[in-house]
């Protein structure tokens, strides 16, 4: 599928995926950067602006691409942005962190039109839609879920991302301290909502789930990763015309 949407651009960006068994978790920082740049001591021969250009994905920021692409330049000695998703320091871009989540709102906007749905007021499970009238009530990592029917407002955003950018904590600490509900292991398409919007990995919405959110009222579906939904879910979406 990455391969098809990157043909689809009519840009010359690639389609490979890649990755590593290194788990970052319970590493420290030191750790994390070492094997940042043995990773690159193999890679830097075969990447390069006419080459390929990595970028990050679940586990890798701004903090790991700047570790690998530090260590590109001391290889390859030039300096031309061979990485995305570089922090400001290393010549990233303002808002790339945000892009792809400020994208999908609005694309959600745009579906909503078409409906002559107005989002203020609306129940959404996961995504930052706090600004414009919304109330998002789950939030969920690899180890589970996290529902807050009280909404996870500016100031509760704020502690949940210092915890995961900062700390690589996990969404049971928010449940802790604010005492809402946690699933370890779960998925929060069961919860009521009006708008679902998945933004992880893929195939991570399944047919019994959407078939779920149907049957708990939901009127939208807006996808911020590869695929998170399954072909067997999204034939529940168009059959009931979400």
């Not at 690639?14 to 750790?31: I, L, Q, R, V, Y």
């Not at 100031?155 to 049971?172: A, I, N, P, S």
């Amino acid at each position: 599928e990455q391969t098809f949407k990157n043909s689809l651009t009519t840009l010359p960006m690639g389609g490979a995926k890649g990755g590593s068994d290194f788990n970052p978790k319970g590493k420290s920082n030191a750790e994390i950067m070492r094997f940042c740049q043995a990773y690159i001591l193999e890679l830097w021969r075969n990447i390069g602006p006419g080459t390929d250009i990595p970028a990050g994905d679940i586990g890798v920021g701004g903090r790991e691409v700047n570790y690998m692409y530090g260590m590109y330049k001391k290889l390859a000695r030039e300096n031309s942005g061979t990485f995305t998703g570089k922090g400001l320091e290393s010549g990233g871009s303002l808002i790339r962190p945000e892009a792809t989540g400020y994208g999908n709102v609005y694309f959600l906007l745009e579906m909503l039109k078409t409906r002559n749905i107005e989002l203020k007021g609306k129940t959404v499970a996961v995504q930052k839609l706090n600004e414009l009238g919304a109330k998002v009530v789950t939030l969920s990592d690899s180890s589970g879920y996290i529902y807050d029917p009280e909404g996870i407002g500016a100031g509760k955003l704020e502690y949940m991302m210092e915890l995961k950018l900062f700390y690589r904590g996990r969404v049971k600490e928010y449940a802790d301290k604010y005492g809402c509900k946690y699933v370890a292991g779960g998925r929060p398409w069961g919860e009521k909502c009006d708008i679902a919007m998945p933004s992880a990995t893929q195939n991570e919405l399944n047919g019994d789930e959407a078939r779920t959110l149907v049957a708990n009222g939901c009127v939208a579906v807006s996808e911020g990763a590869n695929m998170p939904s399954t072909p067997e879910a999204i034939q529940v979406f168009l059959e009931n015309k979400l």
